[in-house]
């Protein structure tokens, strides 16, 4: 059974860097099957796709957030990560790890999302 | 961008009950690039349909997708208690990748 977990601060200060890590177990992200994606939900809100990686490190990320994201895979971890800098309270939100199943173009697997809030 | 407008935002019925939830694209959209989640409360959301008409995994038959073009239809039929969630469309795209609906509030009471 694939599992995915976010792991990382649950509270950042404005202008900081909000970083999360998704670990995988009972998948390798090296088998090149999946993209490695970054969803999140603000508070009461809908959905907001952030980005992905792949194994062999190339990233695509949401234009809206283009210049503050950065994506990372660690596959002798078997986990990815994300970095969000200069954040502000519009970056409060659940944030979910996923794996994209891109010849559905659907995210098949999802974490249990991580609550982070941005304040001082 | 393309936009998707989901209706109605909330829709509520009683079990046994058929459910039409709508979602509609600013443009035509393949029928490939179209996927339902359903989101209960605290949890995240899960597949339920791509592909717009294939059930993943563990979606109950009972689950149904249509449509094309710009109008799409997830349909749940003999509606059970444990169907109260959140529907969300999403649509691939290339930028951004995904981009979802608003979502509708499905009530069982």
């Known amino acids: 059974q694939v599992q995915l977990q976010e792991s990382g601060p649950r509270l950042v200060k404005p202008s900081q860097t909000l970083s999360l890590t998704c670990s995988v177990s009972?998948?390798?992200?090296?088998?090149?099957?999946?993209?490695w994606t970054w969803i999140r939900q603000h508070p009461g809100k809908g959905l907001e796709w952030i980005g992905y990686i792949y194994y062999s490190g190339s990233t695509y990320s949401n234009p809206s957030l283009t210049g503050r994201v950065t994506m990372s895979v660690d596959t002798s971890k078997n986990q990815f990560s994300l970095r969000l800098n200069s954040v502000t309270s519009a970056d409060t939100a659940v944030y979910y790890c996923a794996r994209d199943n891109y010849n559905d173009y659907a995210m098949d697997v999802w974490g249990q999302g991580t609550t982070v809030t941005v304040s001082s | 961008e393309v936009v998707l407008t989901q209706s109605p935002g909330t829709l509520s019925l009683s079990p046994g009950d058929r459910a039409t939830l709508s979602c509609r694209a600013s443009q035509i959209l393949s029928h490939s690039y179209l996927v339902w989640y359903q989101q209960k409360p605290g949890q995240a959301p899960r597949l339920l349909m791509y592909?717009?008409?294939f059930r993943a995994t563990g979606t109950p038959d009972r689950f149904s997708g249509s449509g094309s073009g710009t109008d799409y239809t997830l349909s749940i039929s003999r509606l059970e208690p444990e169907d109260s969630a959140v529907y969300y469309c999403q649509r691939f795209g290339s930028s951004p990748r995904y981009t979802f609906g608003q979502g509708t509030k499905l009530e069982i009471k």
């Open positions: 009972g998948d390798s992200i090296n088998s090149g099957d999946y993209f």
């Open positions: 592909g717009a008409y």
